[in-house]
C-alpha cells in the first residue's frame, strides 16, 4: 500500500509539474520591434524602418513599479509621425530615436499592471510603441476601453485620434450650419471620410477629393458626399472648385495645405471657416510650398485656425456621446485600411503618403 501511494504521490506531482511549467517558461518572451534606423530626409522608404527581435522581456512588471505591460493588438498608421521621423526642433512632438522603436497610438490588452488604474485583462487605447509587448511608464496616456461592442480597431480610428479630430476640427472650430457649403480635401482618409459624414448629418453640402477614382466612388456611394473629385485628374485646381462651389466655400477641412489650400481662398465665401487638421502634400518637402494669397483671409473675414487634437482629448466622453449612437444605429461608417502582422508596418506607413491606403490604415499585430 505504501508502494502504491508513494507511486500516487509521484504522479501527481509529476503532473502538477507540468501543469506549472509552461507559465514558468511564459515569463519572459522574445519581442519583436519596428525601429527607426535613421532620421528620414524626403520620401520616407520601408528599409528607413527595421524588424528587429529585442532581449526578453519580463512578463511580470516589478512590484515597485508604476507601470503597465501591453500585449498591442493593433497600432495606427498616421501622417504626423512622418515628422518625428525626421530630426526636429520645436515642434509639438519629439523626434523618434533613431535604434529605437517606432511609436504611436494603438490598442492593446494589459497583460499586467502595477498602476491603480489598470488591471490585467484591460483593452486599453493610447500611445504605445511599435513592438509585441510595450512597458508604458506613463499610464496617464491609456484610456480604458469601456465599450466592446463595436471594433476593437475602431480605437485606432473613428473612436481614437482621427474621430476626435473630426469631431473637433468640424463642430468646435468650424461650427457648422444648415445649408452651408462644405469641402474636405484627402476625403477619403482617417479624418475626412468623418467629416463629410459629420457635414451631411449636419444639412450641409458637401463634396471631397482625393487621389484615385475608387477612392472617388467611395465618397459618393459609400459616404454620402454630394460630390467628389480626383485632384490628380484637375489641371485647374482653381477651376475645379469654382465648378462644384459656384456659389463659394463656407466650411474647408484642410488636410494637405499647398497648391489646394491655395485654390481654396480663393473660393472661400464671406466669413467662411478653415480648420486645419494637417497638411500631408508638404510633410516630405525639404522646401515647403508657399501660399500667396493669404488675403483673402482679409478680404473676406474667413477664419483659419489650427489644432492639435491633444488639447481636446477632455472632450472624448462628448464626442462618445454622440458618436457611439450613430456607429450602433448604422448612421455612419467606418472604413479601414489593414496590414497583417508587425513586418507589415513600415510599408503600411510609407504608403500613406502615396495615397495606397484606403481609408484608415491600421496594422494588426495579434489577436486578442
Known sequence: ????????????????????????????????????????????????????????????????????????????????????????????????TPGSPIEGLGVAKVVDSRHSNFKKGDLVWGRTRWEEYSIVNDPQILFKIEDTDVPLSYYTGILGMPGLTAYVGFYEICAPKKGEYVFVSAASGAVGQLVGQFAKLSGCYVVGSAGTKEKVDLLKNKFGFDEAFNYKEEQDLDAALKRYFPDGIDIYFENVGGKMLEAVLSNMRINGRISVCGMISQYNLEQGEGVHNLSQLIAKDVRMQGFLVSRYFHMLPKYFEMIMPLIKQGKICYIEDFAEGLESAPAALVGLFSGRNVGKQVVVVASE
Open 1 to 96: 500500500m505504501f508502494v502504491t501511494y508513494l507511486w500516487w504521490f509521484q504522479s501527481r506531482a509529476a503532473v502538477h509539474q507540468e501543469q506549472e511549467e509552461p507559465s514558468t517558461q511564459m515569463e519572459e518572451v522574445r519581442n519583436q520591434q519596428i525601429i527607426l534606423q535613421n532620421y528620414v530626409n524626403g520620401f520616407p522608404k520601408e528599409s528607413d524602418m527595421l524588424l528587429v527581435t529585442s532581449s526578453a522581456i519580463n512578463l511580470n512588471l516589478p512590484e515597485a513599479s508604476n507601470a503597465v505591460l501591453l500585449k498591442n493588438l493593433y497600432l495606427s498608421c498616421d501622417p504626423y509621425m512622418r515628422g518625428r521621423m525626421s530630426k526636429t526642433q520645436g515642434s509639438y512632438f519629439d523626434s523618434f
